[in-house]
């Protein structure tokens, strides 16, 4: 059978179709050849993300974002996802949009339930998350920082705007003169350093020779310490304690009249006595004074004696003459 030219542009033309529908469906994300599983996920807001970009579990790429609409009542954005895996997704798995990197896109991870059993069919809706990126979470944390960095310049400038207040003129001219003085009173101080080196180098031997007297009395209060160590202080001590509580009681015996120094503090009759036998000595002593022949009678004549008369009280002041 020949065939004619028709039938080979006709043929020609039918594959340049076929060719163009493929292209178009290959550049708007679907493969026409492929058996794929078509989900959708509604969001908010996509963050950028694009149709072609692809879909991940778990890093593995298995299927592509094919295209993304919004919804003209409610004006939110429905993701259609194609997915070129027999792995099993539930309905409960979370859908995520994410940033990998600084430099890609956005993609989308699907974290699945492996608990539930219950598997999404082509054309299902899943639930849809936004996980904030890399670029997300550094301008977080840099905000704060911001914050701080723009105080900080604000107190640094008040700082510099008081610190410029203060050293006016005068001050800054007192300042001057403050440092003119300490590089005088250094200057004097290393001139009186030098001269304490030199006292010193000139009196080293002395030094010397103090140092090893200090050294020596160190070691003999070291030799005394020891023997104090050694002696038996503690003893001493009890013996101390013993001797003492032996005084107390004698204390606490004279306090109580006891024995015969208690009763000479104590009793008052023995005062009495002592009192009087005191005045009968002193009426003694006078007679004897004033009659000593009546106590020493020596007579060369054989007189005979006087009668014996009493002898008057007298104060201790004339007995004293």
């Known amino acids: 059978m020949k065939v004619t030219k028709e039938i080979k542009t006709a043929i020609l033309v039918i594959a340049s179709i076929l060719l163009f529908i493929w292209g178009y469906s290959f550049l708007k994300g679907r493969d026409l050849f492929s058996n794929y599983k078509t989900l959708y996920v509604q969001y908010d807001n996509v963050e950028g993300l694009a149709a072609s970009a692809p879909v991940t579990i778990n890093g593995l790429i298995i299927g592509k974002v094919s295209s993304i609409k919004i919804q003209e009542n409610s004006g939110k954005l429905v993701v259609e996802l194609q997915i070129k895996s027999d792995f099993p997704i539930s309905k409960t798995s979370e859908v995520n949009i994410y940033e990998p990197g600084l430099i890609g896109g956005k993609q989308i991870q699907i974290i699945p339930n492996l608990q539930d059993k219950n598997l999404v069919q082509s054309g299902d809706f899943l639930k849809g998350r936004i996980v904030p990126g890399l670029t ?37 001219a007192n300042l001057k003169s403050s440092l003119a003085n300490l590089d005088a009173t250094l200057a004097e101080f290393k001139v009186a350093s030098k001269t304490v080196n030199a006292m010193l180098t000139s009196n080293e031997s002395k030094i010397s020779n103090t140092m090893a007297n200090v050294e020596k009395a160190s070691n003999n209060f070291s030799k005394i310490s020891d023997s104090i160590a050694k002696a038996n202080i503690g003893q001493t001590v009890k013996k101390l304690e013993t001797t003492l509580a032996s005084v107390d009681k004698v204390m606490a015996d004279l306090q109580s009249g006891k024995g015969t120094m208690g009763k000479l503090l104590k009793d ?19 007679d004897l004074r004033l009659n000593p022949t009546r106590y020493v009678n020596v007579s060369l004549f054989g007189k005979k004696n006087k009668p014996y008369k009493a002898p008057s009280i007298v104060d201790s002041t004339s007995l004293k003459k």
Not at 147 to 156: D, L, N
Not at 158 to 168: G, H, M, Q, V
Not at 268 to 286: D, G, P, R
Request: glycine content about 2%.
């Open 136 to 172: 997300a979470l550094v301008g977080e944390k840099l905000t704060p920082l911001q914050e701080k960095i723009e105080k900080m310049v604000v107190s640094a400038d008040s700082l510099l705007t008081n610190l410029n207040t203060i050293l006016d003129a005068k001050t800054k």
């Open 268 to 286: 008052e009759s023995l005062y009495n006595n002592f009192n009087n036998t005191s005045k009968e000595l002193e009426l003694l002593l006078q």
